[in-house]
Nanobody, 127 residues
């Protein structure tokens, strides 16, 4: 059974930082590209960042470019999202997701291309 478990969310002030982690089990982690999405209250889920299966390529939404960094550790079956310079508009539930590496990396920004999803972790940024 595939499981993706996010952690590291919490309450932080504007300008602060958080590091989200996603631990994967039940799959061959290196066979998957990984992505982070988020959903704010009353809004649709949106793409945040993605990383290719070897970590060679990363992709970011324009709204987080330069502030967030995605990374992965294939030896530990984990993917991380470093959130810096947080803004109130970053408040959302953050989800990690996995998509088979046979998929072209062009699909990594597309939510419905992903095979597996975690339950999410709440990030709240207060001003």
């Amino acid at each position: 059974q595939v499981q993706l478990v996010e952690s590291g969310g919490g309450l932080v002030q504007t300008g602060g930082s958080l590091r989200l982690s996603c631990a994967a089990s039940g799959l061959t982690f290196r066979r998957y590209h990984m992505g982070w999405f988020r959903q704010a209250p009353g809004k649709e889920r949106e793409f945040v960042a993605a990383i290719s299966w070897r970590g060679a390529y990363t992709y970011y939404a324009d709204s987080v470019k330069g502030r967030f960094t995605i990374s992965r550790d294939n030896a530990k079956n984990t993917v991380h999202l470093q959130l810096n310079s947080l803004k109130s508009e970053d408040t959302a539930v953050y989800y990690c997701a996995a998509v088979d590496r046979d998929q072209n990396t062009a699909v990594l920004v597309t939510e419905n291309k992903y095979d597996y999803w975690g339950q999410g972790t709440q990030v709240t940024v207060s001003s």
